[in-house]
């Protein structure tokens, strides 16, 4: 019922964050950043042969980025298209980074996806499953007249019971281009009597604007009905239908007609009537945005007249939706409240609360799952007493609060983890070499950040004592996650130091594991950047996230610490 976790993407190279220089950067500031680099990575530069060998590869790394961003039709290509749009100037996209273990999983996954869509998009399969469960007897005293009373005196239990189900199917078989055939079926019981039936429909698309169907039914008698849609101007449709219902009886004929106007860009307008078996007048206007959806319907017929508001506000972020409607007629009255939770891709889990005279308390609750629904309809009360009202609201929200914590929470967590483990191994060569053109970088840096150090203890500038970057615990902690094995951080402060100038460091907004010096150790997850530096003789610390970008000093967010604390450190 819970689906898996998205794959985790795995992007190219950051050219910008690699230049640590921002997206709107101009020419000067690309030939900067291209001109610093070049100082430590040039291979003439070193004499050592491994050193050399090594400067070569980042060289041309800071030259591939060099070219790519002064050119402004490259640097076009790939803003809109990344490495691969460059690798291709931009006619064909194939990314060349996965290994081909991964292509072929990934083959395989789009295989299995194209084949399940067009099974669905073929057969269009649809099933619902209706229960429904009689349990007065939870807040209703013991009567001796029950049959069940000596099984509640042996047992100590209420008698809770079944009194309805009802089962639903149907599937889409197209027969060409333009006609499509719908088989359904339906089977349904209440209190020991049970009744079905089997329908055959056949639609045919007559134009763009209109379609027709005739559909033929067995079960209680024999049922013909003809049907048609309308698309008369843009934003102006109706339907019509005329139904024949055939028992040993007689016959009886009703009709249905419906015209729908678009009043605005969020809200449509219906008004239908109804003659023969059913006779009544209805009009609804539904208004349906990104945050809301409202519902105001009046009807007027035999043999009940209502009218009905329902408004549910929508919560995309978490992906939940709480509703609440009111209804009132020569039938009585009828209050909902519920809330509807999307638990995963595919899944989705609602409860709602009904009270109303005379239908008394009931408790509904959902399960949608793709094409299928589960829906269960529990009758606690006949009457309206508090206590039913209460149970049933908290019941369910307590019964979610746990689901979610002891199920689904660890589950997800789970499933992350698989995949991040899945993910490093796929990927674990890929990281090797990262990591080692990190180091041979850090190796190229240390002669520059000795000069720079220098430079920065004689003004009393800016120093990096520690820069740490990776998965912590937190952004306050003070500790590592020692104890959590996919804890991964790695140490980057002759990176930073190396960035260093004029006393100032910034970073862009960007992910860091592109700067010169720094990999990702833990693809897939979040990470903080770490930095506790020395400024004016004074020690400060401060941890942002991997995208923020950073000035330092930065007095007014990061904690100052006493000048003999940075003595003991260096003694240490």
Not at 180 to 188: C, D, V
Not at 208 to 225: D, M, P, Q, R, Y
């Amino acid at each position: 019922m819970i689906d898996e976790p998205d794959e985790l993407n795995q992007d190219g190279d950051d050219f910008y964050a690699f230049l640590n220089i921002p997206r709107n950067a101009n020419d000067e500031e690309i030939s900067n950043a291209y001109r610093r680099l070049s100082r430590m990575y040039h291979p003439d530069k070193h004499t050592d042969p491994q050193r050399k060998k090594e400067a070569e590869i980042l060289f041309s790394k800071t030259k591939k980025a060099y070219e790519a961003l002064r050119d402004p039709h490259l640097r076009a290509i790939y803003d809109n298209l990344g490495t691969a749009g460059l690798e291709t100037q931009g006619w064909e996209i194939v990314q060349r980074t996965k290994t081909p273990q991964e292509i072929r999983a990934e083959y395989e996954q789009l295989a299995r996806d194209r084949e399940e869509r067009r099974i669905q998009h073929r057969t269009n399969p649809k099933s619902s499953i209706t229960m429904n469960i009689n349990a007065t007897e939870l807040f209703n005293s013991y009567d001796d007249e029950s049959p069940y009373y000596d099984l509640r005196d042996l047992v100590g239990l209420p008698h809770i019971e079944i009194s309805g189900m009802s089962i639903n199917q149907s599937i889409e078989a197209p027969l060409t281009t333009r006609d499509t055939a719908i088989f359904s079926g339906n089977l349904s019981s209440q209190n020991g009597t049970g009744h079905g039936g089997v329908n055959c429909c056949v639609r045919r698309v007559l134009s763009e604007k209109g379609w027709g169907e005739i559909e033929f039914g067995a079960g209680n008698g024999v049922n013909l009905s003809l049907k048609g849609f309308r698309n008369f101007s843009r934003g102006f449709f109706g339907n019509g239908s005329i139904i024949g219902h055939f028992t040993p009886t007689g016959v009886r004929l009703g009709t249905v007609a419906t015209l729908a106007n678009q009043l605005d860009k969020h809200t449509v307008g219906y008004l239908t009537w109804k003659t023969g078996m059913q006779s009544g007048m209805s009009t609804m206007i539904i208004r349906d945005t990104s945050k809301s959806h409202i519902v105001c319907s009046l009807y007027f017929g035999i043999p009940h007249t209502y009218c009905a508001l329902s408004f549910t506000r929508k919560l995309p972020e978490r992906e939940t939706k709480f509703k609440i409607t009111g209804k009132a007629g020569t039938f009585g009255a009828i209050l909902e409240y519920g809330a509807e939770r999307k638990v995963s891709r595919h899944s989705s889990l609602g409860a709602t609360m009904s009270i109303g005279v005379p239908t008394g308390v009931i408790l509904k609750i959902r399960l949608h799952r793709a094409t299928q629904t589960y829906a269960t309809s529990i009758l606690l009360c006949e009457e309206l007493l508090p206590a039913p009202v209460i149970y049933g609201t908290v019941i369910p929200i307590v019964g979610w609060l746990a689901l979610q914590k002891l199920i689904i929470q660890p589950y997800l967590k789970q499933q992350k983890q698989k995949e991040l483990q899945k993910q490093r191994e796929a990927n674990r060569s890929r990281l090797y070499e990262k990591r080692q053109e990190a180091k041979a970088a850090i190796e190229l840096m240390k002669e520059t950040v000795k000069r720079i150090v220098d430079q920065e203890e004689a003004n009393k500038g800016l120093v990096i004592l520690q820069a740490i970057y990776g998965r912590l615990i937190g952004e306050n902690s003070e500790e590592l996650d020692e104890k959590d094995p996919s804890n991964d951080v790695i140490e980057v402060t002759i990176p930073l130091q190396c960035l260093v100038k004029d006393s100032k460091l910034l970073l862009q907004e960007s992910s860091k594991c592109q700067l010169p010096g720094f990999y990702d150790p833990c693809p897939g997850e979040g990470k903080f950047l770490r930095v506790r530096y020395l400024f004016r003789a004074v020690i400060h610390q401060v941890t942002i996230k991997d995208e923020e970008p950073l000035r330092i000093p930065k007095h007014s967010s990061t904690r100052r610490l006493e000048i003999k604390m940075y003595i003991n450190f260096v003694n240490v």
